[in-house]
């Protein structure tokens, strides 16, 4: 390795995540450089993907050009600066300029590591292109939903199950190596806890989506409950919905069951590893909590777990650490939340 070579940014990581950023800083150093520069690639698409004022097609050929220089050992950083511009806040425009520091320090990773960060981008962002295009033309006025069950899972996976999968090779390559762990488990599950957190975010951010014309819900779904997209925008249209909503919730919480599992099946002298699964599950049980007791098609309320008790959730799970026990039942309560009709 050079003298010289790229460190992970980790003011821009603390800036554009201050959740993941506290997941970052707990990991173990032989896993933190390789997760967190996987994350600040995504988050550099994702931005991309997400930059509504620029056309579509655009976006697009950006997202390509990107993809190609992420699996490219030599091409030039992408000149963004334009697109920087239109962002909504600093990091963002920063995280944009700055993609040729991420794809310079990709380079210099050791090479499975490096290939592991490509595997997963080039998932990613085959979702984000296949939500471009699939949303294309959407709005208020003309919500374009996704027409199965199926769908929702494929997306689920692209955007965030691959992920629990690149997390837990990176894991198992960098810290677990020689020990004797169910593998094909691990992995089953990891997809699990990464697609159950996706559920979650888009169960939580079903009303502003459907603003922009995007409906996750399943059309199939709907239609079985005599609905159509446009009906999620009343409130008053709660009780029909019910359903629907409830069943995907549901299975989201059986999703970060699997990860709650997945947690406390890696090795128990790896703490900073359990405790960096553990407080997005915790989060996200309590966030089902939350939806489950609301009308989630209320436009005027966000769903949202204050700093104080994400502060609350991290220093009681490092304070029953110690205690085995206890440390299972605090996932085990959250998971009693079942939502039935």
Not at 92 to 119: C, F, Y
């Amino acid at each position: 390795m050079t003298g010289d070579r790229p460190q992970l940014p980790l003011d821009l990581l603390k800036n554009t995540s201050r959740s993941f950023y506290l997941t970052l800083r707990i990991l173990p150093a032989p896993i933190r450089t390789p997760i967190g520069l996987a994350y600040l690639l995504a988050r550099t698409t994702d931005t991309i993907a997400d930059t509504a004022i620029v056309p579509v097609n655009q976006r697009l050929d950006l997202l390509q050009q990107l993809r190609e220089r992420i699996q490219s050992d030599t091409a030039p950083p992408l000149a963004l600066g334009d697109l920087a511009q239109h962002q909504g806040t600093p990091a963002e425009r920063v995280l944009l300029e700055k993609n040729g520091v991420s794809l310079a320090l990709l380079r210099q990773l050791h090479p499975h590591d490096r290939q592991r960060i490509r595997e997963v981008l080039d998932t990613i962002t085959s979702g984000q292109e296949l939500d471009l295009k699939r949303f294309a033309g959407a709005s208020e006025q003309h919500i374009v939903a996704l027409n199965t069950a199926a769908d929702l899972d494929d997306y689920t996976y692209r955007v965030a199950g691959c992920v629990g999968e690149f997390w837990t090779k990176t894991c198992r390559a960098r810290l677990f190596e020689g020990l004797a762990l169910d593998d094909a488990f691990l992995l089953t599950n990891g997809v699990r806890f990464g697609k159950g957190l996706q559920l979650v975010n888009i169960l939580r951010d079903l009303p502003r989506d459907l603003r922009a014309g995007r409906c996750y819900l399943p059309l199939e779904d709907l239609q079985s409950a005599g609905l159509t997209p446009g009906d999620l925008l009343s409130e008053g249209n709660w009780p029909k919905a019910q359903r629907v909503y409830f069943d995907w919730l549901n299975k989201a919480l059986s999703h970060l069951n699997a990860g709650w599992d997945y947690t406390n099946t890696l090795p128990w002298r790896h703490m900073r590893v359990r405790l960096a699964c553990a407080w997005p599950l915790l989060i996200g049980f309590k966030t089902i909590d939350r939806l489950r007791s609301a009308n989630p098609l209320d436009a005027r309320q966000r769903i949202k777990i204050t700093r104080s008790e994400v502060r609350s959730i991290l220093l009681k799970s490092i304070l029953l650490y110690p205690f085995p026990g206890a440390w299972r039942k605090s996932g085990h309560k959250a998971q009693a939340f079942a939502v039935t009709l």
